[in-house]
Antibody, heavy 122, light 107 residues
């Protein structure tokens, strides 16, 4: 059974960088053909796909966030990470990491982390 | 990006009733439309993919239909555990996007 767990600060100051890590268990991030994803949910913008990464390091970013987002993978720790720079209150959200279904069902999240609330406030 | 518009925003029904939820895309997504269920404090759960295929373990009372720009999720007979928020999601064009959700509440 694949499990994902987000970790990182719950409070970030405006203009600083939000950093989150997703630890995967039950499956290697470098096995199979899966994309590893970050999605966020806020009352104002609903569910928003941030980015995904393949274990080789290939990435794709939502154009609306591309200038501020970096996603990376650490196969030795079986983790992938998100950095979002120059945050504002609009970046306050629950952040989820997730695994997609593979090549045939690309872009469907089969396994989700529990989510972590990140608040941007001074 | 493709905008998904869900209606109604809220559906008030009783257990045993039929629920019909709609999702309309701003441009064709072919059949690359999925439905998720989300309960308070939980992550979404995949119900339907490719417009009409039930995900593993999803009861037969959940069904999906549609193609192109108009899609429907039907719950044939609501069970108490079905009262939740439902989101549609397209994976036709990047960035993949979600609708704003339909809340199915107890009448």
């Amino acid at each position: 059974q694949v499990q994902l767990q987000e970790s990182g600060p719950g409070l970030v100051k405006p203009s600083e960088t939000l950093s989150l890590t997703c630890t995967v268990s039950g499956l290697s991030v470098s096995s199979g053909d899966y994309y590893w994803n970050w999605i966020r949910q806020s009352p104002g913008k609903g569910l928003e796909w941030i980015a995904y990464i393949y274990y080789t390091g290939n990435t794709n970013y939502n154009p609306s966030l591309k200038s501020r987002v970096t996603i990376s993978v650490d196969t030795s720790k079986n983790q992938f990470s998100l950095k979002l720079s120059s945050v504002t209150a609009a970046d306050t959200a629950v952040y989820y990491c997730g695994r997609d279904g593979g090549a045939i069902v690309r872009g469907l999240i089969m396994d989700w982390g529990q989510g972590t609330l990140v608040t941007v406030s001074s | 990006e493709i905008v998904l518009t869900q209606s109604p925003a809220t559906l008030s029904l009783s257990s045993g009733e039929r629920a019909t939820l709609s999702c309309r895309a701003s441009q064709s997504v072919s059949s690359f439309l999925a439905w998720y269920q989300q309960k308070p404090g939980q992550a979404p759960r995949l119900l339907i993919y490719n417009a009409s295929n039930r995900a593993t373990g999803i009861p037969a009372r959940f069904s999906g239909s549609g193609s192109g720009t108009d899609f429907t999720l039907t719950i044939s007979s609501l069970e108490p555990e079905d009262f939740a928020v439902y989101f549609c999601q397209q994976r036709s064009n990047w960035p993949w996007t979600f609708g704003q959700g339909t809340k199915v509440e107890i009448k």
